[in-house]
């Protein structure tokens, strides 16, 4: 693979973060080689990209190498299937049993699928196995359990498709299931959609339809407590509780996602999927009737479908009033992540913030939301009756109380690759601004500066679209759409006969009472669906800059008829005709949406919060306090501080001597040392007894002189016993029952560190896509830019203000303050176990958040092997983490996050 084409300023970027990370790394190895660690290195494998997470996430050699040399030939899907079937025929990788093949086989294609991220490669799939049919031949069964969700639906089809794939290269025969085998797997469907969750519940008939003629048999592990009553007790099934990984891959997979299948397939030339037709178009009237289906984009209400208690509503599924679409991107929006004005987060009573997870009926399923200061805001009424539009924050916080209701909830900026990302089709676009720029410079050489195009008068935008044929300005194009017939006629013939237009100011003025046959409140509320924004005074409606309204009525500027309505049922087409000039749609994509999932900036603790994985069982109180167990007695006659807990023996294959912890004091490495609990033997080097097969352990309840260990502890890292409160565990849960040294918790309750199930120090961020920053946003100055190696700004001037906008540098992060906080904590506490425990020198040095600019971030991906690289520049006050696209694109698919 040759090198990345990339400037000289980006390599050098890149070698700069390589030899820090190699550096923290040997650091971390002698550190560990010294200490009381499992390993005595860093556990953690180097992966450059996709090909190597891949690897080093499945294990099989060579997979890598082979990943890179197919994806300059295919797509991303197509390399998956390859890989697998290469994997499968022992192309790459070496196996022992064909049954091991096609199981690496399928993790393989699966990781390619999920890049290597997410757990379903590895727990997404217990395992694989060959089955037999009732004719004798054999057959493949795949076990998914519950994690492979995280895979999403696409990914979980195309197992399948690969499992398929794979049993054709090696020469197994498809599976053949029996009737009430078939029956099962609807039951079992049903019953989940009960106790569970499905994006997707496909009819009994489709259910059928595919577990009759999948070549493969979709299996699972029990994931749930219900059980089948109907089809208990199958030979081929062996349980009767309910299968959560199969429903998944079933229902959200094959069923969902059957068009995707049916590509591939196609691709691939592959025979025996015929059925997918049957699934995806036998009952829609076949291609032609598809497409034109495809065409009528109509409102979805899947979003509302599984509303949760106290997570509002804000918009309908494509209703007037809801949120506007506008295409587009702003610097902090991107995949997953749109943008809305600030002023709709204060008057939605800040259910909306920066990070908050909006579910949103298209183009996906979810969005994260950032604040955009440059589409519009809400239009409100006022208490006073005034219908204003509100674009400022300021203006937002100063009006809430006098808000009455939110007539338009304002524009949503969305770009195009969502739609393109989620095979959507693109929904008609608004006439913006930037539309009619485009229109206007292409029209006319005249140069009238930027603001005045912006922001026109209404006598220059009306010469304009006079003079140059060009569509009407979009500050005076109106919601036409929005009303229909009726209420454009009653509308005209109301301000023809009751307005009264003061043509030097340009203003409208409409009586608000008046006659009750003219349906006066039905006028104010057409205006207020059109967005015409106004003012109510002294009984009168004030509308400012009124003439291109007028026109569009079909009014001169006395007010009179100018010409008959016009035969259609289209009131853009109207305005567009009686005007006399070109009239386009304001808002013609609506978007409707509901809270998600709030924003998320926390450290993460266990629950109950621990600092150190050491068992004390009930000796440290509800609290699993260590400094209690310390002085922790059975009865008046024992020993203080001694403990009665569960943990593993070890032994030490050097001296010989027993222990509990990963290294003796001899400086060996302990080994566990196993036991059969029913023969009362050991077993040496074995998971299993020789003599009855049961599994072995090597976890055992001990009397434990826990005071000394603590006291030792302390004096090892020079503290003096004087903490009120360390938090141990009630009983470890790791597979060795092998403890933490003490020392890690005592510094980690100095410092106020919290850790996570597997020991990792953990602090949780809702991350939103950042392409373009300013130092004087991030708390730091230009001068700490230039540190960092950025030199000038978007516009190629050499970087010397604060204010000035640069392009955020691929690995770069930006964290909240109270994650900096957090990580400053941290800093110290490794800082102080360097020194303290590991007997070396300090890294960080840091004393404030401020000194934490630059430092390197390790991203884990939770039961991976994926770690992924970032620089710290800079500190948010939103409760979220920012990053950029190609950051978040090399650590996870999406941001359509389960809700909490």
């Known amino acids: 693979m040759g090198e990345t084409i990339a400037s000289e300023e980006m390599h050098e970027y890149f070698n700069e973060l390589e030899a820090r990370l190699k550096e923290a790394i040997e650091i971390a190895n002698r550190a560990k080689a010294r200490g009381g660690d499992p390993k005595p290195t860093v556990e953690i494998p180097l992966a450059k990209d996709l090909a190597d997470r891949v690897e080093n996430l499945i294990g099989v050699e060579g997979v890598a190498a082979k990943i890179r040399e197919l994806e300059t030939k295919m797509s991303r899907e197509e390399a998956a299937l390859e890989i697998g079937r290469q994997v499968a025929e022992g192309e790459v990788g070496s196996f022992a049993t064909k049954k091991d093949a096609v199981e690496a086989a399928i993790r393989v294609s699966m990781a390619t699928l999920t890049e290597g991220v997410v757990a379903a490669p590895i727990e997404g799939i217990d395992k694989v196995e060959l089955g037999k049919n009732d004719d004798g031949s054999q057959y493949i069964r795949i076990f998914y359990s519950g994690p492979i969700r995280s895979a999403g639906g696409t990914a979980q089809a195309l197992s399948v498709l690969v499992g398929d794939y794979v049993r054709r290269g090696i020469g197994i025969d498809r599976y053949k299931p029996r009737p009430e085998e078939v029956e099962r797997y609807v039951e079992e469907i049903l019953l989940y959609k009960k106790v569970a969750s499905l994006q997707y519940t496909p009819a009994e008939d489709e259910i059928r339809l595919i577990v009759r003629n999948c070549p493969v048999c979709i299996d699972g592990d029990p994931t749930e407590d219900a059980e089948v009553e109907g089809h208990r007790d199958m030979e081929r099934i062996g349980t009767n509780r309910v299968r959560g990984g199969m429903c998944l891959v079933l229902a959200e997979g094959l069923a969902l996602k059957a068009p995707k299948v049916r590509k591939h397939v196609k691709k691939l030339n592959m025979d025996g999927w015929d059925w997918l037709e049957t699934l995806i178009g036998g009952s829609k009237g076949g291609e032609d009737e598809e497409q034109e289906q495809r065409n009528k984009i109509k409102p979805k209400d899947k979003y509302i479908k599984d509303l949760i208690a106290g997570r509002p509503v804000f918009s309908h599924p494509s209703r007037p009033g809801g949120f ?69 924050i300021k203006e937002a916080y100063e009006l809430r109380s006098q808000v009455e209701t939110i007539v338009d909830i304002g ?173 386009f749609p304001r808002a013609p994509s609506r978007i409707g949406a509901r809270m998600g999932r709030p924003e998320k900036s926390d450290l993460r603790k266990m629950s109950p919060a621990a600092q150190v994985l050491f068992p ?241 971030l390790i991203g884990l991906a939770p039961h991976t092997s994926a770690g992924v690289l970032g620089r710290l520049i800079g500190f948010t006050k939103a409760s979220v983490g920012y990053a950029h696209p190609f950051f978040h694109a090399s650590k996870r698919r999406n941001c359509d996050g389960d809700e909490d």
């Open 616 to 856: 004390i069982s009930n000796a440290g109180g509800l609290t699993r306090n260590l400094v209690s167990a310390s002085d922790y007695s059975a009865s008046i006659n024992e020993k203080v501080g001694e403990i009665e807990v569960e943990l593993g023996l070890r032994e030490c294959p050097a001296c010989r001597k027993e222990t509990y912890f990963w290294r003796c004091d001899c400086g060996g490495y302990t080994s566990p040392k196993f036991f059969c609990l029913r023969c009362k033997i050991d077993v040496r080097d074995a998971e299993t007894c020789p003599r009855c097969g049961r599994r072995s352990t090597s976890a055992a309840t001990v009397k434990l002189d826990f005071r000394s260990l603590y006291k030792q502890a302390f004096e090892n890292v020079g503290e003096r016993e004087k903490m009120d409160m360390i938090k141990g565990v009630k009983r470890l849960m790791n597979g060795q029952m092998t403890p933490e040294p003490l020392e890690k918790g005592i510094l980690r309750a100095k410092h106020d560190v919290y850790i996570f199930k597997d020991g990792t120090v953990r602090y949780d961020m809702s991350d939103i896509p950042l392409t373009h920053i300013r130092a004087d946003e991030l708390g730091i100055t230009a001068a700490k830019l230039r540190e960092l190696g950025y030199v000038e700004d978007i516009y190629g001037e050499p970087l010397e203000r604060d204010d000035q906008i640069v392009c955020l540098k691929v690995q770069d992060l930006v964290i909240s303050y109270d994650g900096g906080e957090y990580m400053l904590r941290i800093a110290k506490y490794v800082d102080d176990l360097l020194v303290r425990y590991y007997k070396g020198e300090p890294y960080y040095n840091a004393r404030t958040i401020q000194d934490l600019v630059g430092v390197l």
């Open 324 to 392: 506007r679409l506008r295409y587009g991107r702003s610097r902090n929006t991107s995949f997953a992540a749109a943008g809305v004005n600030p002023s709709t987060m204060v008057l939605l009573d800040d259910f909306i913030t920066n990070g908050t997870q909006l579910k949103v009926e298209r183009p996906g399923k979810a969005a994260a939301m950032s604040a955009v200061d440059s589409i519009e805001g809400p239009t409100v009424r006022l208490n006073s009756g005034d219908l204003i539009r509100i674009d400022n």
């Open 411 to 583: 524009e949503i900026l969305i770009n195009y690759g969502d739609f393109l990302e989620n095979n959507h089709p693109l929904m008609p676009s608004p006439y913006v601004f930037e539309w009619w720029k485009y229109d206007y410079e292409a029209a006319c050489p005249e140069h009238i500066p930027e603001e005045e195009l912006r922001n026109p008068s209404a006598a220059l935008a009306l010469r304009l679209a006079e003079e140059l044929n060009i569509p009407l300005h979009p500050k005076f194009t109106y919601l036409w759409h929005d009303i229909n017939r009726n209420e454009f006629e009653v509308l005209r013939r109301f301000v023809a006969e009751n307005g009264d237009l003061s043509e030097g100011e340009g203003i409208l003025r409409l009586p608000l009472e008046a006659s009750p046959n003219m349906g006066i409140k039905s006028i104010k509320s057409i205006l207020e669906k059109l967005l015409v924004l106004h003012r109510v005074r002294d009984e009168k409606i004030l509308m400012g800059e009124a003439l291109p309204f007028i026109l569009c009525l079909g009014l001169d500027r006395k007010l009179k008829e100018k010409a008959p309505m016009p035969d259609t049922d289209n009131m853009v087409d109207a305005a567009c005709i009686l005007s006399g000039f070109k009239v």
